[in-house]
């Protein structure tokens, strides 16, 4: 079998990625940088034929950050034991254990991914992928998925053996009803909520404090979060929120302190604004991320 790739990363992901333009739409919004994050910064490459899917994984080892990029083929990314947080145009996707996110060739996409956490990357070959999404598309990373994914990142499979791994992949590869998407204003007007929000989820100022400090009506804040985002600004809050909270249950951290570090006043406020977003509680999620 040609092995046209390196590893991942250090060698996959670096390969098979595209600088995006200058003016890509990524810029809203500074994104909280942990100390001793790592940013890498990706290149181009060609398709990698004969073969229809690329597998690989890795563990950075510390909280690493991708410049925006894109790829010339389909990307399916999932992680264990950690979150992967991508920046696609005016929406940021949130990327927990138990799931993945799929990517169409030539997305403009950037990425965080949280301290020691284990990445893996799927790539697919366009011309010889017979399953196609419309846009990024949150997936069940099913334990069959998994393991077919984790197969074909094997070097010692044979053209037939692979083939038949591929083909179980296509009829697996399914999206989920959660899609972990937080739509971002873009709005000139809220986009300083936005940035300050993004910067520190636990800001506890109100939709008034905030009318006040951009010499703005309530109501005009109102309507620009919902024009812009189809939540009120508390929804859009409350959203922002379950992301930080995916991302710290991720690391181990206790309803409580996730509680706390959010602003909320008692866990059972955070437990049930949870469970409005995500439609389950955190104690369902969080033994996922701990597997």
Do not use: C, N
Not at 70 to 93: C, D, F, N, Q
Not at 120 to 138: I, K, L, N
Not at 199 to 214: F, I, K, N, Y
């Amino acid at each position: 079998m040609p092995e046209p790739y390196d590893r991942l990363h250090g060698g996959l992901r670096t390969l098979v990625a595209m600088d995006a333009p200058a003016h890509d739409d990524l810029s809203l919004g500074t994104w909280r940088r942990d100390p001793g994050t790592v940013v890498r910064r990706a290149v181009s490459a060609g398709d990698p034929a004969p073969l229809a899917i690329v597998a690989e994984s890795e563990v950075p080892g510390s909280a690493t950050e991708w410049s925006p990029h894109a790829h010339p083929m389909h990307e399916l990314v999932w992680v264990r034991g950690g979150t992967l947080t991508s920046r696609i145009g005016k929406r940021i996707y949130t990327v927990p254990p138990g799931w993945g996110l799929w990517l169409p060739a030539g997305v403009v996409h950037g990425g965080r991914l949280t301290a020691g956490a284990e990445l893996h990357d799927a790539f697919f070959a366009p011309g010889r992928t017979p399953v196609e999404f419309a846009g990024p598309t949150s997936i069940t990373v099913t334990p069959l998925l998994e393991s077919l994914l984790l197969r074909l990142a094997r070097k010692d499979l044979d053209d037939g053996a692979r083939a038949r791994t591929e083909a179980v992949v296509f009829d697996v590869l399914d999206p989920t009803d959660r899609q972990f998407a937080l739509e971002l204003p873009g709005d000139p007007r809220i986009d300083p909520i936005a940035e300050a929000l993004l910067d520190d989820p636990s800001d506890g100022r109100g939709l008034q404090d905030w009318a006040a400090e951009l010499g703005m009506s309530d109501r005009t804040v109102t309507r620009a979060f919902r024009g812009a985002t189809g939540l009120s600004f508390a929804q859009w809050r409350q959203a922002l929120r379950v992301h930080e909270a995916l991302a710290l249950l991720s690391a181990g951290v206790d309803v409580r302190e996730v509680s706390e570090r959010l602003g909320y006043s008692q866990p059972s406020t955070f437990i049930a604004a949870f469970r409005r977003v995500m439609k389950v509680t955190p104690g369902a999620v969080a033994p996922t991320y701990r597997a």
